[in-house]
T-cell receptor, first 110, second 112 residues
Framework: GEDVEQSLFLSVREGDSSVINCTYT??????LYWYKQEPGAGLQLLTY?????DMKQDQRLTVLLNKKDKHLSLRIADTQTGDSAIYFC??????????FGQGTTLQVKP | DGGITQSPKYLFRKEGQNVTLSCEQN?????MYWYRQDPGQGLRLIYY???????QKGDIAEGYSVSREKKESFPLTVTSAQKNPTAFYLC???????????FGPGTRLTVL
């Protein structure tokens, strides 16, 4: 069935770049999303990419999509302590269903 | 400001009691969703509604019920039939099923 996988934890130093990876199984996925969740809060939509694109940049965020390998990554440049959160990857199938990964906890050390 | 509100933020109930979680949106979105979040498991879809007076079961609907009498509101009832109801519940909405989903702040339900 449809599945989205992420590594569970990433630790970086303030000022470094963070790269969070995600793989998905549904080749018909039309949109791929990155959400951020701070402790005790809902999910905030960070960015998304359409499946016919291979890169999207938005300020400090860069999304890379390798459709052949069904691999998505989120790069955060100049990572700050305020970026510490759980990051969810999600894939939307052509039926509209959204499948979420387990979330990657990003820890930013000062 | 447009957005999604959920209330209450924290909810405590005794085992065997039904409880209703509120979700309201003023984004004029047609579609609304309820997700359950457990540690290390990501989000799982409970119910969704694409239009007023219509809703469909998601992946884990057993023990839950919903209603959609108004476009703005999509309350979720956690019934006593739900075996493990303690979790963080997230409501979301989108302009259509193809639109980006926007989430509310969540309700943490603890059943004692």
């Amino acid at each position: 069935g449809e599945d989205v996988e992420q590594s569970l934890f990433l630790s970086v130093r303030e000022g470094d770049s963070s790269v969070i990876n995600c793989t998905y199984t549904d080749s018909s996925s039309t949109y791929l999303y990155w959400y951020k969740q701070e402790p005790g809060a809902g999910l905030q939509l960070l960015t998304y990419i359409f499946s016919n694109m291979d890169m999207k940049q938005d300020q400090r965020l860069t999304v890379l999509l390798n459709k052949k390998d069904k691999h998505l990554s989120l790069r955060i440049a100049d990572t700050q302590t305020g970026d510490s959160a759980i990051y969810f990857c999600a894939a939307r199938s052509n039926t509209g269903k959204l499948i979420f990964g387990q979330g990657t906890t990003l820890q930013v050390k000062p | 400001d447009g957005g999604i509100t959920q209330s209450p933020k924290y909810l405590f109930r005794k085992e065997g009691q039904n409880v209703t979680l509120s979700c309201e949106q003023n984004l004029n979105h047609d579609a609304m969703y309820w997700y359950r979040q457990d540690p290390g498991q990501g989000l799982r879809l409970i119910y969704y509604s694409q239009i007023v007076n219509d809703f469909q079961k998601g992946d884990i609907a057993e023990g839950y019920s919903v209603s959609r009498e108004k476009k703005e509101s999509f309350p979720l009832t956690v019934t006593s039939a739900q075996k493990n109801p303690t979790a963080f519940y997230l409501c979301a909405s989108s302009a259509g099923t193809s639109g980006s989903k926007f989430f509310g702040p969540g309700t943490r339900l603890t059943v004692l």
